[in-house]
Nanobody
Framework: QVQLVESGGGLVQAGGSLRLSCAAS????????MGWFRQAPGKEREFVVA????????YYADSVKGRFTISRDNAKNTVYLQMNSLKPEDTAVYYC????????????????????WGKGTLVTVSS
């Protein structure tokens, strides 16, 4: 059974930091681009960041550039999201996703086109 399991969410004050993890299991994710999305209350799910399998190119939403950093450890089948300088508007459920498509396209492709989704982890940033 293929699973993506997110962890690391929680409550943090504005300006603080959190590190999210996404552990993949059930198959190898060789060749899969991985990404993070988020969904705030009452809003649609939106793209945050993506990374290619080759641990080369990364793509960020403008709203998180310079504050968030994605990385992956292919040997551990794990993707990380380091979030710094958090703002109240970053409050959302954060989801991990995997696709055989390119990381570059994760920000524009239909969400139904993702091959796998995690169940999400809640990040709450207080002001």
């Amino acid at each position: 059974q293929v699973q993506l399991v997110e962890s690391g969410g929680g409550l943090v004050q504005a300006g603080g930091s959190l590190r999210l993890s996404c552990a993949a299991s059930g198959r190898t994710f060789s060749g899969y681009a991985m990404g993070w999305f988020r969904q705030a209350p009452g809003k649609e799910r939106e793209f945050v960041v993506a990374i290619s399998w080759s641990i080369g190119p990364t793509y960020y939403a403008d709203s998180v550039k310079g504050r968030f950093t994605i990385s992956r450890d292919n040997a551990k089948n794990t993707v990380y999201l380091q979030m710094n300088s958090l703002k109240p508007e970053d409050t959302a459920v954060y989801y991990c996703a995997a696709t055989l498509g390119t990381a570059q396209r994760m920000g524009v492709m239909n969400l139904h086109g993702m091959d796998y989704w995690g169940k999400g982890t809640l990040v709450t940033v207080s002001s």
